[in-house]
């Protein structure tokens, strides 16, 4: 092999290393032989990728592979055509860079959305044309092209999130316009944001495209949000018993649900006597003797019994897929093949534990206690910090900004560079003097407040290190200055909007357009059957309004169903809207004043772009 090839096959081979480690996974070889000119059939490549224990290969093992298969191309012209097929052209609205940037996904993933998705949406009468997905080339991809799935698959993960009748579906024969498709697609990604999906340099163009790294890495926010908005005391108080004798219900609130669905499979382990104790969902279950107990301890009476016979299999992958058979005796086979568990993939074995703990929790009764169950305006809250990007994600807000640093990266992506992260205490935080350390965080998170001139009486650093309920009135602060400040980036101006000033215009705007509804205050009663918003929202974008589904708001039913249709239609038109339709019908001014302003910012967009 001449130095100019051993280079470029080098080159090749850096291009999967992702860690820089020298070494490339097990699951990118067959990529990166792709990239050298070998195409390997599947059934040889897993042979091969089974004599590699360690789910890695160095360089060395790599050329050795590379000389053992035979190369059919030349070398030069096939990394131009991987290159093609995994570079994506990053552009326009969603990015920041117009360079061109490589990027790769797990084929394995793309597979377990592909079932999940069938699975989950198989009955939906909509979707029989495009059901099942099938699960090779770009099928999943040309499947999102519409936003119809993506949409609902939001729906399914958490219930009522999207109007379907708001949705652009296909004609007679199939047709949906370009056009249609990017409001499908603007509704499912403010629709993502308000679940606290991350969206970041996601546009609806690249969902139209169907850029794979985007499409499967939003797929995944969602069905994770879905599959883990169950993991909480109010749907199984049986939790209670994961705590430890010193433990309390607010700092199990406050665990992640992967902390969480690790101490459950202990729990169930332990009841049936297996010794063995999971720390992750990687390593510690590649040989599928935790799966073969746990299935044993949660499997229901009347479908048992199943046994340990998957056990007495040497092979690891034989042995996996044994435990996934016994899996699907009880329907809770998903998300992994037996490869992913002797794999260890961390992402998928979550996810398979999480819909096993959801379909058959098997806990014991904790007996009385209170449950503290998040209200809505503390679950509005929590999505809007997640949606921002808070790391880590907020679980349970009076727990998981008690050491500050939540605050103070929010107050750094609302207004970006007010922070001094000098002067911020990281942890990990010392068992002595980390308290006092938390709490100079949260006093500088005051001070922030202070600076963007928030109303902070009677609040001390020590009230956020302590729990205290007022946390909520800061974040409510926080996402009143985000709203606003974006409906300020989009006047002349660039003041901050007052109140009295968004009313005069979205009733100057209603009157210019014909409508006869107004309201005086975001307390005015009237907007409690919706009208002020969905005729704003028709004089925003004329004839967006399809004004037979509105109803006369005549009973309670009725009223919620035109609030959950004006909230749908805001986000369809761009506005992205955090609040719920029944923060419109019991008229919450808080969080009414959040909805016209926002769709004050889509006014004043659409406007600049004439």
């Avoid at 084929?107 to 099942?132: G, H, S, Y």
């Amino acid at each position: 092999m001449s130095a100019e090839t051993d280079a470029e096959i080098k080159e090749a081979f850096e291009k999967f290393d992702v860690k820089g480690e020298g070494r490339i996974t097990t699951s990118s070889l067959g990529d990166a032989l792709a990239a050298c000119g070998a195409r390997v059939p599947g059934f040889k490549l897993r042979d091969i990728c089974d004599s590699y224990h360690d789910d890695s290969i160095s360089f060395d093992e790599f050329l050795k592979v590379l000389s053992q298969v035979k190369v059919k191309t030349t070398f030069k012209d096939n990394i131009r055509a991987i290159d093609a097929k995994k570079q994506v052209n990053i552009t326009g609205g969603s990015a920041k860079s117009s360079d061109w940037v490589t990027h790769s996904y797990a084929e394995e993933e793309k597979l377990a959305f592909v079932d999940w998705i069938n699975f989950r949406l198989a009955k939906d009468t909509d979707l029989m044309k495009l059901l099942p997905i099938k699960d090779d080339g770009n099928a999943l991809f040309d499947a999102l092209k519409d936003g119809i799935i993506m949409n609902k698959l939001v729906n399914d993960s958490v219930h009522d999130t999207v109007d379907e009748r708001a949705l652009n579906m296909p004609d007679a024969n199939g047709k949906l316009s370009i056009f249609k498709m990017r409001e499908n697609q603007t509704l499912a990604l403010n629709s993502c944001v308000a679940i606290g999906c991350n969206v970041v340099n996601i546009g609806g163009e690249d969902l139209i495209k169907g850029t794979p790294h985007l499409c499967l890495g939003l797929l995944w926010q969602v069905i994770r949000i879905g599959l883990m908005a169950k993991i909480t005391l109010k749907d199984c108080p049986g939790l209670r018993a994961l705590l430890d004798e010193f433990e309390s219900l607010e700092q199990l609130l406050a665990m992640s649900p992967d902390e969480i669905l690790l101490r459950w499979v202990n729990y169930q382990l332990n009841k049936v006597g297996c010794k063995r104790v999971v720390k992750n969902f990687g390593s510690d279950i590649k040989d599928s003797e935790v799966y073969a107990h746990l299935l044993v301890a949660i499997c229901p009476e009347d479908q048992g019994p199943i046994g340990l016979d998957p056990l007495n299999a040497q092979d690891l992958t034989k042995r996996a897929e044994l435990v996934l058979q016994n899996a699907d005796k009880i329907g809770v086979r998903s998300f992994v093949r037996a490869k992913d568990i002797v794999s260890g993939n961390q992402k998928l074995n979550l996810a398979f534990v999480a819909n096993l703990f959801n379909i058959y929790p098997a806990m014991d009764d904790a007996g009385d206690f209170e449950i503290i169950e998040e209200t809505r305006e503390e679950k509005t809250m929590r999505n809007w910090m997640n949606s921002l990007g808070s790391t880590p994600r907020v679980k349970y807000m009076y727990e998981d900004l008690k050491d500050g640093l939540n605050l103070i990266q929010l107050f750094d992506k609302i207004n970006p560079g007010c922070v001094d992260w000098k002067i911020v205490n990281n942890p990990p935080f010392k068992q002595v003097g980390g308290t006092m350390k938390k709490i100079e965080n949260c006093n500088y998170a005051l001070q922030l407040g202070h600076k963007h001139k928030f109303v902070l009486v009677g609040i001390d650093g020590k009230d956020i290190n302590d729990g205290n309920k007022l946390i909520l009135a800061i974040v409510w602060q926080m996402m009143r200055y985000y709203t606003l400040k974006i409906l300020s980036s989009l006047t002349e101006e660039g003041k901050i909007a007052k109140d009295n000033e968004i009313v005069a215009w979205c009733n100057g705007k209603l009157s210019g357009a014909g409508k006869q509804s107004k309201f005086s205050s975001f307390k005015d009663q009237s907007i409690a059957n919706s009208l002020p918003i969905i005729d704003l929202i028709d004089a925003i974008s004329p004839g967006c309004i399809n004004y037979d589904l509105v109803t006369k708001a005549s009973t309670e039913e009725e009223k919620f169903l035109n609030a959950r249709y004006a909230v749908t239609m805001a986000r369809k038109i761009g506005a992205r809207i955090f609040a719920l339709p029944e923060d419109i019908t019991e008229v919450n001014p808080k969080m009414v004043m959040t909805i016209f302003a926002c769709l004050m910012s889509v006014g004043f967009a659409k406007e600049q772009m004439k």
